[in-house]
């Protein structure tokens, strides 16, 4: 990283599954850097090694996986990490904060607008809850959960 910075060569994120990467913005330069390991020079391979290793199992490189994303998708998947870290913590309210947030970024997102229904239900904001699932199961009417969603809904009146 610290070659790239001498050099001064812009960076683009690069959201590979489990792991994030950045590399310089050349093009099809095959070159990329671990921020999150001391700056380590990684190619494709050792992509490809990294992914089998968080999944545990084979994993199949795809060129989409190493395709740079956006600064809101960059931010999006911070924090969406952060939501989990939230989670892990059982703290409803940060969560919901965090979720917010996300739907400022991507508006409408379906399921992240069904995660603050739930979490609202929980904090007691039972009328926010009705409005987030009700939109929720309108635009996917057939989701896994929709029966569980439904029978939450009865439930709030």
Known sequence: ?????????????????GHFLI????????????AFNGGEVTFAQDCQDRLSQIYQQSVT????FLAPVSNRQFLARMLTNLKY????QQDLEKILA???RILLLFPGTSLELRDRGLLCFQLGMFSQAMEDLQTYLVKIPDAE???????LLDKLG
């Open 61 to 64: 490189l795809q060129p989409e």
């Open 1 to 17: 990283m610290e070659v790239a910075r001498r050099l001064n060569f812009p960076m683009v994120g690069i959201g590979m599954p």
């Open 98 to 100: 965090t979720v917010e």
């Open 85 to 88: 870290i939230y989670l892990k």
């Open 145 to 151: 959960d929709a029966d569980v969603i439904r029978q």
């Open 23 to 34: 590399r310089p913005d050349i093009e099809d330069i095959g070159i990329f850097v671990d």
